[in-house]
């Protein structure tokens, strides 16, 4: 079994930061592609920003310059520090990856819980 754990949403204000953390545990062989879409009420879910295991990066247009995703691959973790936040930025954040399960030859989607993050004064 694999679990994707997000932490480190909350409310914010205008111009302020956060840091969001999301943990891979479980039977994991390899961890591909790490990252973080976010779903605002009434809308699609979105692609935010996007790591590869080699850690080549991709982001929304919305998000460039001010949110940065990184990862740590011994602890399996995948980061998104976000500066400069906006009202718009409200969202659930959840977290993704592609893993490779120990014994299996392919990869799979896995999805966090999701994270509540709120930008308002």
């Known amino acids: 079994q694999v679990q994707l754990v997000e932490s480190g949403g909350g409310l914010v204000q205008p111009g302020g930061s956060l840091r969001l953390s999301c943990a891979a545990s479980?039977?994991?062989?390899?961890?591909?592609?790490m990252g973080w879409y976010r779903q605002a009420p009434g809308k699609q879910r979105d692609l935010v920003a996007l790591i590869t295991s080699s850690s080549s990066t991709n982001y929304a247009d919305s998000v460039k310059g001010r949110f940065t995703i990184s990862r740590d691959n011994a602890k399996n973790t995948v980061y998104l520090q976000m500066n400069s936040l906006k009202p718009e930025d409200t969202a659930v954040y959840y977290c993704y990856a592609r893993i490779v399960r120990a014994g299996d030859l392919l990869g799979m989607d896995y999805w966090g819980k999701g994270t509540l993050v709120t930008v308002s004064s």
């Open positions: 479980g039977s994991i062989f390899s961890i591909n592609a």
